[in-house]
């Protein structure tokens, strides 16, 4: 079980709600795609337009999820805790990182699998 300081866990919280509330805007931007055919009137660029908005969209909405779980997790014992070894996660990386669920060493292990 890894401990952190109230002082800790209140950045932490800051850091995630301020990552939602941008996340949360660039989704809302993101809602009414514009009509890219009337744009460029070539069809092949507006769907790539198109099709770059809605991975971007996409994007936003996977890691609003990550940050949201993040912020329920925040306060339950095994926050900070590595999903995959159980190693504590250190401050500094939840820091720079606070939807983080693994240790570095792990998580070099999962993006190399």
Do not use: W
């Not at 850091?15 to 514009?34: D, T």
Request: net charge negative; glycine share 4%; aromatic share 4%.
């Amino acid at each position: 079980m890894h401990y952190f300081t109230i002082e800790q866990r209140e950045k932490l919280q800051a850091s995630l709600s301020e990552l939602a509330g941008r996340l949360r805007g660039e989704i809302a931007g993101h809602m009414l795609l514009p009509n890219h055919h009337a744009e460029t009137d070539d069809a092949a660029v507006a769907a790539m337009e198109t099709g770059l908005e809605v991975a971007d969209l996409e994007r936003a909405t996977r890691q609003l999820r990550s940050v949201d779980a993040a912020l329920d997790r925040l306060h339950e014992p095994d926050f900070g805790v590595c999903e995959d070894c159980y190693a504590e996660i250190p401050y500094a990386r939840l820091s720079a990182n606070p939807v983080a669920t693994r240790c570095v060493a792990c998580q070099k292990l999962a993006e190399k699998t």
